[in-house]
C-alpha cells in the first residue's frame, strides 16, 4: 500500500515587495510556458497510447491555463495587492474551483478539478516541488489519496499500481476514466478514510463493488481470496470458449453484445466473443470540448468507422445519438435556461432536437459510416412519440442530403429508441408500430421510476435496478416487444451482473447488452441453463417485495451454476 502525500500546495499569504512586481510576473509566466509544456507532452503521450478522445482531456488544461484571461486575472492580484505568484494562483484558481462546485451537477464538479489538476500543477512549477514519481515504483502497491487528477493518473506506473483509491471524485470523471482506459482498478470518492490508514495496514480494493476495506479480518480475506482464485480459474475456462454461441441447454441461443463509450473497447468485445455492439455511446466525442472545438463530422466518421470495421461485415454496431445534457454538457453551450433541475431538462434527445446541426452533422457521419458494415441508430431518453417521430424526420431528411449529393449509405439502418423513462414504456404499444427495435436503459429507468438521483449519497440505498416496481416495467417491455416481434435488449447495468441473467432470460429477454468484461461469463452461464429453469427463477422473483431479497435469492440462483465464491456476499 502507498499513501499519496498531497501536501505542498495549500499556501498562507505572502507578499512581494512593490519593486518585485515586475520579476515576479515574469516568474508567474514562465511557471505558465513550463506547466503548459508538461501537459501537452501528456497531451501527446495519452493520445499516442490508448487514443485521441482521451488526449482532449489534456487538451482542454491546455487551453485553460493558455487563455489570456487567466493571465489578467492571476496578474491583479500581484499588481494591485503585491501578492506572491503562488498566492495569486492559489487565490484566482481556489475562487474558479469554489464556483464551479456551488453549481448544480456533476459536470461542473469535474470542471472544478480540472482547475485544481492545472492549480496542483502550476504551484509545483512555482515552488519547485517535485513529488515522488508514481511512474517508477519499486514493488506493486494499492494506492491510497485524497484525490489524483488526469495527469497523475495518466503517469501512474501501471506494471506496479494494482489499483487506487480515492477519498474525492467520482465514478464518471475525467480521473476515471483515464483510469479506466489504461485497466487500472480505481474507486473514487468514498469519503474521509486517510485519517484512519498508515503505511503497512492491509486493505483490500474491491473494483466491482466500489469497496474498501481497511485491515480486514481473516475470514474477509478468505472470501476475497477464494473470489479471486475462482475468478482466475474461470476467466481461463470461460477465455478458450469465448467464440462459441451462447445457446441454452433446451436449444435457446442467446445474443450478448457489448457496451463501448470508447473505439478500443470494441476490440475487446471481439475478442470476448461479443455478437456485435448493443450500444456505441458517443458523448466521449464531446469530453472537454468547448463550442470552439465541438467534433467535425470527420471526427464522428473516424469513430464510427474504426468500430464497425473493428465489428467486420456479420456484427452489427448500435450507435446512440449523443445523449448530452444534465451532468455532460460541453463548455460554453447552454440550454438558455436556468435548470435547477438539468436530469429532468434539455437533455438527450430534447437536446438533440434544439441543436439540429449538432444532430445532423452526427447523423451524415453515421450514415457515412454505414457503408462500410452494418449499423442501427438508436435515439435516447424517447418519452413521446413525436420526440420519436422528430428524430426520425430529420434522420431521413438527411438521408435525402446524402443522396443528393451521391454519397454512399445503407439505405435500410433501422431506427431504434431507448426505454429510460416510465412513459416509454407504459406507452410502448404506440411506439412499436414505429420502432424497429428497443433497448431498455435500466440506469436511467430506476432514476426516474424510483425518483432517486443515482449520483446523491444521501438516497442511493433507495437506487436498486432489481427494484420490484422496475422489474415490473422491464417484464412488460419485454412482452410487448416480443407480441410485436421487436427485437429488444437491455444495455443497463442490471444486464452486466451475472447474478441478473437467469432472471432477465425468464423475462423473455434475449439480447443482452453488457460491459465487455462480462461476456464471457453471461455467454457460459447461458450455456448452463434452461429457459424452463430461468422462467421458473424469474417467477418467483416477481412476487417478492424488497430489492434485497430478490438480489439475494438470485445470488443462490446463480451460485448454483457458476459455483460458490464468484461474487461476495451482500
Known amino acids: 500500500m502507498l499513501i499519496l502525500d498531497n501536501s505542498g500546495c495549500r499556501l498562507s499569504r505572502r507578499f512581494i515587495d512593490p519593486h518585485e512586481v515586475d520579476s515576479e510576473i515574469n516568474r508567474l509566466k514562465s511557471a505558465i510556458q513550463a506547466t503548459s509544456d508538461q501537459i501537452a507532452q501528456d ?104 484525490s489524483l487528477t488526469p495527469s497523475e493518473t495518466s503517469n501512474l506506473d501501471r506494471d506496479n499500481v494494482l489499483g487506487f483509491a480515492t477519498e474525492e471524485g467520482a465514478r464518471g470523471s475525467h480521473t476515471a476514466i483515464v483510469a479506466s ?168 434527445i430534447r437536446l438533440s432536437l434544439k441543436y439540429q446541426d449538432m444532430f445532423r452533422k452526427q447523423l451524415r457521419a453515421i450514415l457515412r459510416a454505414s457503408a462500410f458494415g452494418p449499423i442501427r441508430i438508436m435515439f435516447p431518453l424517447v418519452s413521446t412519440i413525436l420526440e420519436f417521430r422528430n428524430a426520425k424526420s430529420i434522420f431521413l431528411d438527411v438521408c435525402e442530403e446524402l443522396d443528393e449529393a451521391g454519397v454512399p449509405f445503407d439505405h435500410s439502418i433501422p431506427i431504434g429508441m431507448m426505454l429510460e423513462v416510465p412513459a416509454s414504456i407504459i406507452m410502448i404499444h404506440t411506439f412499436v408500430k414505429e420502432v424497429d427495435f428497443f433497448s431498455i436503459g435500466t440506469n436511467d429507468l430506476t432514476q426516474y421510476s424510483l425518483a432517486v438521483d443515482r449520483g446523491n449519497k444521501g438516497v442511493d ?51 443482452f447488452s453488457v460491459a465487455p468484461g462480462v461476456i464471457p461469463v453471461i455467454k457460459d452461464l447461458c450455456r448452463n441453463v434452461t429457459v424452463k429453469e430461468c422462467e421458473e427463477v424469474a417467477k418467483k422473483a416477481l412476487f417478492m417485495e424488497t430489492a434485497r431479497d430478490i438480489r439475494n435469492y438470485l445470488r443462490l440462483e446463480t451460485d448454483k451454476k457458476l459455483g460458490t465464491g464468484w461474487t461476495a456476499e451482500e
Open 43 to 146: 497531451r501527446d503521450s495519452v493520445t499516442r497510447e490508448i487514443g485521441e478522445e482521451y488526449g482532449h482531456i489534456f487538451g482542454a488544461h491546455l487551453s485553460i491555463l493558455t487563455d489570456k484571461k487567466l493571465l489578467r486575472d492571476l496578474e491583479e492580484p500581484i499588481r494591485q495587492h503585491n501578492y506572491s505568484a503562488e498566492y495569486a494562483v492559489t487565490e484566482v484558481f481556489d475562487r474558479q474551483a469554489d464556483m464551479l462546485r456551488r453549481v448544480a451537477g456533476t459536470l461542473y464538479s469535474e470542471r472544478a478539478n480540472d482547475v485544481v489538476d492545472i492549480k496542483v500543477r502550476l504551484l509545483r512549477q512555482l515552488m519547485g516541488v517535485h513529488q515522488n514519481s508514481l511512474a517508477h515504483l519499486d514493488r506493486p502497491v494499492i494506492l491510497l489519496a485524497a
Open 181 to 348: 482506459a489504461l485497466q487500472i482498478p480505481a474507486v473514487l470518492g468514498i469519503g474521509r478514510f486517510l485519517a484512519d490508514v498508515q503505511e503497512g495496514d492491509r486493505v483490500i480494493l474491491d473494483g466491482d463493488k466500489g469497496l474498501l476495506i481497511l485491515n480486514p479480518d481473516a475470514e474477509t480475506t478468505r472470501k476475497y481470496q477464494q473470489i479471486i482464485d475462482r475468478q482466475k480459474s474461470v476467466s481461463q475456462r470461460l477465455f478458450s470458449r469465448s467464440s462459441a454461441p451462447a445457446i441454452t441447454q433446451d436449444g435457446t441461443e442467446i445474443q450478448v453484445f457489448g457496451n463501448i463509450e470508447y473505439h478500443y473497447e470494441s476490440r475487446i468485445c471481439d475478442i470476448n466473443g461479443a455478437a456485435g455492439i448493443g450500444l456505441y455511446r458517443t458523448e466521449f466525442l464531446y469530453l472537454g470540448a468547448d463550442l470552439a472545438s465541438l467534433p467535425t463530422e470527420e471526427d464522428h466518421f473516424q469513430a464510427y468507422r474504426t468500430v464497425i470495421e473493428a465489428m467486420g461485415p456479420n456484427r452489427v454496431t448500435t450507435i446512440r445519438t449523443f445523449d448530452l445534457g444534465a451532468d455532460k454538457l460541453p463548455s460554453g453551450l447552454t440550454t438558455e435556461i436556468v435548470e435547477a433541475n438539468p436530469f429532468m431538462g434539455v437533455r438527450s
Open 461 to 511: 440505498f433507495l437506487y436498486n435496478s432489481e427494484d420490484p416496481a422496475i422489474l415490473q416495467l422491464v417484464h412488460r417491455a419485454i412482452q410487448v416487444a416480443t407480441m410485436y416481434d421487436k427485437p429488444i435488449s437491455i444495455c443497463g447495468q442490471i444486464s452486466s451482473d451475472p447474478n441478473n441473467t437467469m432472471l432477465l432470460i425468464g423475462l423473455g429477454l434475449r439480447h
